[in-house]
């Protein structure tokens, strides 16, 4: 299945794990909660399902049912939803990486679950993070190829971030003040190497604009991203 957008959050395990650990905790996960309001009845369930495993990979898909509401002829009626979201769990010298193919609230609250899940806590699986230096490096190997810019930590009081936007953004001067003053928070760039236009925040948000598929998303980020987190 193909979508124009596809969004997703990378995170890192605070405690080690190994793979066959993680695929035996998480192969057959399936936890339903019964609804009832009036005459509504739902069966609600949490749940992984389409596990793969190799070596140094885990993928599957997490699913999660909740109630949500509509307003029909005076009165608000609970209606069933389903959230669905792709997940992978990868090595990266020597820690393991999870990516939540999912907007960043919902990613979050996945990753939390998983910590739940695998470590009967929340909180052991974090924000993975950019260093600063790291995604300037990063742009600075294919500088023709940002079109999108936030700074950071410009020094300028009640300002939290500038922006630049356009198709010659290392030509500016005001690119190469902004650097200079500040750190970079986010750029929208076209990969050399896989062509897609990617949009990558230091709290390792990435988001992919053209059209691809969730495995095309997770071989990007593993190729490109992985290496830059901390």
Known sequence: MQQLVLPGKIFKLREAATFAGLTEKLRGYRVVEDFAEGQHKFDLATEITNLSRDEKSLTGLYSHDAVSYVYHRGKRVPIPTTTEAMFNFTAQEGDVILSVL???WTAGRIANEFSKILFERKGQISEAEIPPD???SFHEQNPGGT???FFEGMGIPNLDK???YGP?????????EYASRG???YIVMTSKKHGHVVGITRNAIVVIFNKVTPKEYLDYVT???FPLIV
């Open 102 to 104: 999912q907007e960043k």
């Open 183 to 185: 750190n970079l928070w």
């Open 223 to 225: 190729d490109e991203v």
């Open 162 to 164: 500038l922006s630049l």
């Open 134 to 136: 790291a995604l300037r």
């Open 147 to 149: 079109k999108v810019a």
């Open 168 to 176: 010659d953004l290392i030509e500016t001067e005001l690119f190469d």
